[in-house]
């Protein structure tokens, strides 16, 4: 029986992995080992899109990428990790339980919004956090047409002043007057505990945050919180009631649950602690990568965050390293300590900044032609072309 390396995830982390574990497989010609990424659908979800509309068409199938490169898909819902016995449970496509061995384990099961326990929050709220919630909160714009005008109707609530949050925030004015009409007053209300408009984006490009917000009409209501929700609006910390048919919530994501199966030190985010090599510490068969990881991208004391700027080459280095672990070569250490935002602000435009201390380069629309070259072109993998795709696999490709 061939040893076998196995994916949890086909994220950006989990394609990535496989592509570099196939090309450093490739190079040492060996016919004795395998490759194989279990995960529910063969297709790599453009989840930093899911703030956009046609949410259902942010994917990119990667099963004949997969084919070319000679490693196996396997449909299913991961559901335990056995790290003593080298195994892994999972639900197959028709709901069976099934189970797979291993000799070197990715984990690259990405993460998951951060739901605390909210009143109304899980029944009334919604998320960008994965496709299908994105979809659900779609179709909730849309039907909002059908509902008599009101305040209530024409009013969106975004809690949560990060990244995700300022993107969905400029993104839905338009998006809500495209099903409502030109002329619709519209209100997008943020919600945010930190003290002004941007501040978990750094100084850098706070004035551009705010140039977008104003221009789209978006309220930032800063140093409260979202401590109600339900059908008719939102209850603040400060006892004010703000009447809304559509609450967004953003405040924050954690690793994947898979995580607490695997024996490790964790961040505050539940991610599993790893060497330069991605090994989960204390681990001697199992890499974590991507959200799931907090690993070090430079000397100086950043890890690396939960984006897919961080996660690409992540995977590049883990599937590399699981696979140099079985043919007995060295591994490559992970290092990324270039670091970028490019922050879309809607209409206005986007805003592109450099360094941990994010040092504005491009603002409006230099920034929105940069953010679209990324989202629509750098984030998706490469065509079923063995070669490229092989080629474009090397961890030590330099990118940021």
Same mark, same amino acid.
């Given at each position: 029986?061939?040893?076998?390396?196995?994916?949890?995830?086909?994220?950006?982390?989990?394609?990535?992995?496989?592509?570099?574990?196939?090309?450093?497989?490739?190079?040492?010609?060996?016919?004795?080992?395998?490759?194989?990424?279990?995960?529910?659908?063969?297709?790599?979800?453009?989840?930093?899109?899911?703030?956009?509309?046609?949410?259902?068409?942010?994917?990119?199938?990667?099963?004949?990428?997969?084919?070319?490169?000679?490693?196996?898909?396997?449909?299913?819902?991961?559901?335990?990790?056995?790290?003593?016995?080298?195994?892994?449970?999972?639900?197959?496509?028709?709901?069976?339980?099934?189970?797979?061995?291993?000799?070197?384990?990715?984990?690259a099961?990405?993460?998951?919004?951060?739901?605390?326990?909210?009143?109304?929050?899980?029944?009334?709220?919604?998320?960008?956090?994965?496709?299908?919630?994105?979809?659900?909160?779609?179709?909730?714009?849309?039907?909002?047409?059908?509902?008599?005008?009101?305040?209530?109707?024409?009013?969106?609530?975004?809690?949560?002043?990060?990244?995700?949050?300022?993107?969905?925030?400029?993104?839905?004015p338009?998006?809500?007057?495209?099903?409502?009409?030109?002329?619709?007053?519209?209100?997008?209300?943020?919600?945010?505990r930190?003290?002004?408009?941007?501040?978990?984006?750094?100084?850098?490009?706070?004035?551009?945050?705010?140039?977008?917000?104003?221009?789209?009409?978006?309220?930032?209501?800063?140093?409260?919180?979202?401590?109600?929700?339900? *059908?008719?609006?939102?209850t $603040?910390?400060?006892? @004010?009631?703000? !009447?809304s048919k559509?609450? +967004?919530?953003? #405040?924050?994501?954690?690793?994947?649950?898979?995580?607490?199966?695997?024996?490790?030190?964790?961040?505050?985010?539940?991610?599993?602690?790893?060497?330069?090599?991605?090994?989960?510490?204390?681990?001697?068969?199992?890499?974590?990568?991507?959200?799931?990881?907090?690993?070090?991208?430079?000397?100086?004391?950043?890890?690396?965050?939960?984006?897919?700027?961080?996660?690409?080459?992540?995977?590049?280095?883990?599937?590399?390293?699981?696979?140099?672990?079985?043919?007995?070569?060295a591994?490559?250490?992970y290092?990324?300590?270039?670091?970028?935002?490019?922050?879309?602000?809607?209409?206005?435009g986007?805003?592109?900044?450099?360094?941990? *201390?994010?040092?504005?380069? $491009?603002?409006?629309? @230099?920034?929105? !032609?940069?953010?679209r070259? +990324?989202n629509? #072109?750098?984030?998706?993998?490469?065509?079923?072309?063995?070669?490229?795709?092989?080629?474009?696999?090397?961890?030590?490709?330099?990118?940021?």
């Open positions: 029986m061939k040893s076998n390396i196995l994916i949890i995830g086909a994220g950006f982390a989990g394609v990535w992995s496989a592509l570099s574990a196939a090309r450093l497989l490739d190079q040492a010609q060996r016919d004795d080992l395998s490759i194989s990424v279990l995960a529910p659908q063969p297709e790599l979800r453009i989840r930093p899109r899911f703030y956009e509309a046609d949410v259902h068409s942010l994917k990119a199938p990667v099963g004949e990428l997969f084919e070319a490169v000679g490693v196996r898909f396997i449909t299913g819902n991961a559901e335990a990790i056995d790290a003593e016995g080298r195994s892994v449970s999972y639900r197959d496509a028709n709901g069976q339980h099934q189970q797979i061995a291993y000799d070197r384990l990715i984990l099961a990405g993460s998951q919004v951060a739901r605390p326990p909210v009143p109304g929050l899980a029944e009334h709220a919604f998320d960008v956090d994965q496709m299908e919630s994105a979809m659900k909160l779609e179709a909730h714009l849309v039907g909002l047409a059908a509902l008599p005008a009101s305040p209530a109707r024409h009013t969106v609530v975004v809690c949560g002043g990060g990244f995700t949050g300022i993107e969905t925030a400029t993104e839905i338009a998006r809500l007057r495209a099903v409502l009409g030109s002329d619709t007053p519209v209100r997008v209300v943020m919600v945010d930190a003290e002004h408009a941007g501040a978990a984006l750094g100084a850098g490009i706070t004035p551009s945050i705010i140039a977008a917000c104003e221009q789209a009409g978006v309220q930032w209501l800063a140093g409260t919180s979202v401590v109600a929700v339900d *059908a008719g609006g939102v $603040l910390d400060n006892g @004010e009631y703000i !009447a559509t609450v +967004i919530w953003t #405040v924050g994501v954690k690793a994947s649950p898979l995580t607490a199966q695997v024996a490790g030190e964790r961040d505050a985010l539940g991610r599993l602690k790893v060497d330069d090599h991605l090994k989960v510490i204390g681990q001697a068969h199992i890499y974590a990568t991507g959200d799931t990881a907090w690993a070090a991208v430079d000397e100086l004391g950043n890890h690396a965050l939960m984006t897919c700027q961080h996660a690409i080459p992540m995977g590049r280095h883990s599937g590399n390293n699981a696979m140099a672990d079985l043919l007995g070569v591994p490559v250490a290092r990324q300590p270039k670091y970028v935002t490019c922050l879309d602000l809607g209409e206005w986007a805003a592109y900044s450099e360094g941990w *201390a994010r040092e504005l380069k $491009l603002q409006g629309e @230099e920034g929105k !032609a940069l953010k070259q +990324i629509s #072109v750098w984030i998706y993998p490469p065509a079923a072309d063995r070669a490229l795709a092989l080629a474009a696999a090397d961890p030590m490709i330099a990118i940021v």
